[in-house]
């Protein structure tokens, strides 16, 4: 039986001060397993982008727990804050958010730097990263010499450096084009299944979502729906037809529901 990575109970968030507060988040709970690629599906403004910053400990839950391999987040100071953001969650952003003064290579060994972890084995890993992602030969180069497709695989290479037990992907897909994003997506299932790391995956796309084990729909702070892959029989693109047939039957079109 696999772990539990993840554990979000009861999570609710308000913005705004008493009397003109705003719920993001409604008492929202589920679990991610080891080595499970998560979907986080729903309209803007349902809550999906405010899940994620509770769970990089961008924000703070207002009610509620977050549980990493059984540690809850809202004891974790100082040190042992840092060494959950640096190693046990890698963030990967829609636009990328290298550096434009360091090079692909500087981008990706820059957590290495940040958490005293250079050495052979950072090197190495660095190495099986660009040739599994294709970007040996960008390496050297600044992100201004880069497609938008390399520059996402740079930033992938970074969140995936340290090795993480989880990787939060908040719309990864966004700015490339949907040769880019396909490619993208291809890479970052691999990974997960020959590198265990869990995926948390908040998107608008489908055929991004498709990529995934279980969808969960959001929907005013809520889980109003949730979508397993049926294993192993279960193409991708049959997956795929069943999310466009949840996204009409809960919504009419993907309008409504991504």
Known sequence: MRQKILEVESLTKYYGRQGSQTKALDGIS????????????????SGKSTLLNCIATVIKPTRGQIRISGTELGSLKGRRLAEYRGRSIGYLFQNFELLDNLTGRENILLPLSIHGAQG???????????????????????????????????????????????????????A?????????????????????????????DSN??????????????????????????????????????????????SANVL
């Open 30 to 45: 589920f679990q991610v397993l080891a080595g499970e690629f998560l979907g986080i599906m729903g309209s803007s403004g």
């Open 120 to 174: 052979t084995e950072g090197m190495r890993r660095l190495q099986e990263l660009a040739e599994y992602l294709e970007i040996t030969d960008v390496l050297d180069k600044f992100p201004s010499q880069m497609s938008g497709g390399q520059k996402q695989r740079i930033a992938a290479a970074r969140a995936l450096i340290l090795g993480p037990q989880m990787v939060l992907a908040d719309e990864p897909t966004g």
């Open 208 to 253: 991004a979502a498709s990529y995934c084990d279980r969808i969960l729909f959001i929907q005013d702070g809520k889980v109003f729906h949730e979508l397993r892959r049926q294993f192993p029989q279960e193409s991708r693109q049959g997956f795929y037809g069943r999310i466009l047939q949840v996204m009409a039957q809960l919504g009419g079109g």
């Open 176 to 204: 490339l084009d949907s040769k880019n994003a396909k490619s993208l997506m291809e890479k970052l299932a691999g990974l997960n299944r020959d590198q265990g790391s869990a995926v948390l995956l908040v998107t608008h």
